[in-house]
């Protein structure tokens, strides 16, 4: 019963949130770009969290910024997913030397840390949002390959799938219509944590700057409050709304991929002992 | 077995260095613009033509790209990384200089992770649905979704600005400039640093460890040791703790890299002069060759911890025979 209702909470907040992006020009009072009054004003009734040093609305940002926070996420979660799932089949399926290759190639992948590698790649190129939630995807899928590698090896030498062969059935018609149903539960709760990790480093990245300047991000709004003393000025309107929105979201996609994963691992299910 | 893994493991470790000083080449033959130029430019503010060509002679940036290239990869590995653009000094330096800062709260912090992790893992696991088990769990998954850099701020507000336990950034008091570098006042500057760190850490260890431990709870020795009777803190040390403990080296490798990535966004936020902070600055400076040298000694440092990893493990417990596919 309590996960039920943990699992509907998770589930509402990201349709919310996902709400929020698609209606942003409709919510949004001002373009949180424009300058609309007085800088470091606090919440009023024109201003629901008040403007920043710009002048410009917070609240507009905010909303704005679920927009960019959703697509970095989801983007990136989609294609590490996508990538990491036909790697995994791939080499779990022909397995021999094809498999001997991807892992050691992922032993090595694997030694690089990723999210330096994505700074230097990003400083480097000065990419749009697409292709930084794109560069993230494509350093963010060597995990997924082992997870889905894993359980496409008992697959495929499963009796289903011997006898499939046996009536003829080519290689690539075993993998889709047979041994990518199997991983897809699998696949479908790496894509919610991807998606989860992907948001928090998205943001962290706008926090360290590196962000595409068309778009408002809340890294970018946390580093700005931050780094122009809303701490010291108590000005909590600024600092705290873009924390909790990145917390809020996270936390959702953490308890919905948790919950999805206790429902695929039955050996890890516990809440119902 | 081990000798083969152990070649296999350095084997990796070299590829991975060669890849990543690679992938540097490859960046600074894309950039945009005459790299000597902009080096000298960046250092010295000017660059006349004649001197550019100088020191493309010198540096042999005027020979085949596969000499360049072999040149380069030597380099590397003699600790030639280049220039800083912002601190006008070799890279290797200025690294070497900031890396003890991260290691100093580096280290306790994943020590401290690491066994705290094990033992509470352990024992939610092993009292799996029980409500301490329950809360635990969910408390973990919280700590887990709130970003880093949030976490260090909030910290930060909470423990430094509102209760003034501990000061607010840095790593010394300004009296430090008279009196002299005072370690305790340095430990009392790395207490949040190491405390955020720290909560950043532990719940990959805690996750881990804890479903390890519902995977052994089922199997038949465990059992066996009950029906012996064993009483249960036992069965706990002696069966399943031991047979739990092999994932934790994969792990570790993964823990590693987060760490490094939560060290950048901890040290920005509490001002801590380690390779985070370093990094920070040479994003907003685009020091490239030290953002280079930065993702150089990251992946050395992933490299050392996974052999300590694979070297620690069997002394931990002999019957763990690193590199079976068991």
């Known amino acids: ?273 | 077995m081990n000798g083969i893994y152990l070649l296999k493991r350095l084997i990796t470790s070299f590829a991975a260095f060669c890849i990543a000083v690679t992938i540097m080449f490859a960046l600074l033959r894309l950039m945009p613009g005459d790299y000597i130029t902009m080096y000298l430019e960046a250092i010295y503010r000017y660059a006349p033509p004649d001197v550019v060509e100088a020191f493309n002679r010198v540096y042999g940036l005027d020979r085949p790209i596969l000499e360049q290239y072999v040149i380069y990869l030597l380099d590397a590995f003699r600790g030639n990384w280049g220039y800083s653009f912002i601190y006008k000094v070799p890279v290797i330096a200025v690294i070497g200089e900031k890396l003890v800062w991260t290691l100093i709260i580096l280290f306790p912090a994943t020590i401290l992770a690491t066994l705290a992790g094990i033992g509470i893992g352990a024992y939610s696991g092993w009292r799996r649905g029980s409500k301490a088990d329950v809360g635990l769990l969910n408390g973990m998954i919280f700590i887990r979704a709130i970003p880093s850099y949030w976490l260090a701020l909030m910290i930060l507000i909470i423990f430094a600005y509102y209760l003034n336990l501990f000061p607010l950034g840095g790593y010394v008091d300004t009296s430090a400039l008279a009196t002299g570098i005072d370690p305790l006042d340095v430990a009392n500057h790395a207490v949040l640093p190491i405390l955020t760190l720290f909560l950043f850490s532990v719940t990959g260890t805690y996750y881990l460890m804890r479903n390890t431990m519902l995977m052994t709870a089922g199997e038949d020795y465990i059992t066996t040791a009950r029906a012996k009777g064993l009483d249960e803190l036992t069965i706990l040390r002696k069966h399943a703790l031991k047979n739990a403990m092999l994932p934790m080296v994969t792990l570790i490798t993964f823990e590693c890299a987060g760490m490094i990535t939560g060290s950048i966004f901890v040290e920005t936020i509490f001002s801590w002069p380690g390779l985070g902070m370093l990094t920070y600055k040479a994003l907003a400076a685009r020091d490239l060759p030290l953002l280079q040298g930065i993702l150089l000694i990251d992946t050395l440092f992933v490299i050392a911890a996974n052999i300590a990893a694979d070297l620690i493990y069997p002394l931990v417990d002999p019957r763990v025979q690193v590199g079976d596919d068991a």
């Open chain 1, 1 to 273: 019963m309590h996960k039920k209702i943990v699992l509907a909470a998770s589930l509402g907040i990201v349709f919310a949130y996902c709400a929020v992006a698609l209606l942003a020009p409709v919510i949004a009072p001002y373009d949180p770009h424009a300058i609309t009054g007085a800088p470091l004003s606090p919440p009023d009734r024109d201003h629901l969290l008040g403007t920043n040093d710009l002048a410009q609305d917070i609240f507009s940002g905010l909303i704005w910024g679920t927009r960019a926070t959703l697509l970095l996420g989801f983007v990136g979660a989609a294609i590490a997913v996508t990538v990491g799932t036909a790697a995994g089949i791939v080499s779990g399926y022909y397995g021999g030397l094809i498999d001997e290759a991807v892992m050691r190639l992922l032993d090595v992948a694997m030694t690089i840390p990723i999210f330096p590698l994505l700074l230097i790649l990003t400083t480097f190129f000065r990419p749009g949002i697409y292709l930084i939630a794109v560069l993230m995807g494509l350093l963010g899928s060597f995990q997924g390959v082992r997870l889905i590698r894993s359980q496409v090896l008992s697959l495929a030498v499963a009796d289903f799938v011997v006898g499939t062969r046996a009536l003829g059935a080519g290689d690539g018609y075993i993998m889709a219509r047979h041994i990518l149903p199997g991983v897809l539960p699998l696949a479908g709760v790496k894509f919610v944590t991807s998606a989860q990790h992907f948001m928090l480093i998205g943001i962290g990245l706008g926090f360290l700057g590196i962000t595409d300047p068309s778009v408002v991000d809340w890294g970018q709004m946390i580093n700005r409050a931050s780094q122009n003393g809303a701490m010291i000025l108590g000005l909590w309107w600024w600092l705290i709304p873009p924390g909790l929105a990145v917390t809020l979201i996270s936390l959702a996609l953490a308890w919905l991929g948790y919950a999805c994963e206790d429902e695929i691992n039955p050996r890890l299910r516990v809440m119902r002992v």
